[in-house]
């Protein structure tokens, strides 16, 4: 019942872009607002951007200019749209609840920037 399935990820290029995708189930994402995290080797996850109920965004100041979060709600799919990407932007990316997420994560889909 509970599931959070990301997609999107692969190996690009420097200044490259990807979009990852985000399919929650239906009673994690209606009524609840959510975000993108990303963890890379060694450090701890950290929020990279946000949505509210209203539609309202919040960024990291690393990804602000560069990244855009948005919704379907008619496909309980959270996006994130990566441009211009760098080789700090290397990580696995996690979708869930923000704020409080879920004990519980998705496998997460990997993100390699390298030349």
């Known amino acids: 019942q509970v599931q959070l399935v990301e997609s999107g990820g692969g190996l690009v290029q420097p200044g490259g872009s990807l979009r990852l995708s985000c399919v929650a189930s239906e009673s994690i994402f209606r009524g609840i607002a959510m975000g993108w995290y990303r963890q890379a080797p060694g450090k701890q996850r950290e929020l990279v951007a946000g949505?509210?109920?209203?539609?309202?965004?919040t960024y990291a100041d690393s990804v602000k200019g560069r990244f855009t979060i948005s919704r379907d709600s008619a496909k309980n799919t959270v996006y994130l749209q990566m441009n211009d990407l760098k080789p700090e932007d290397t990580a696995v990316y996690y979708c869930n609840r923000n704020p409080m997420p879920l004990a519980y994560w998705g496998q997460g889909t990997q993100v390699t920037v390298s030349s």
């Open positions: 949505i509210t109920r209203s539609g309202s965004t």
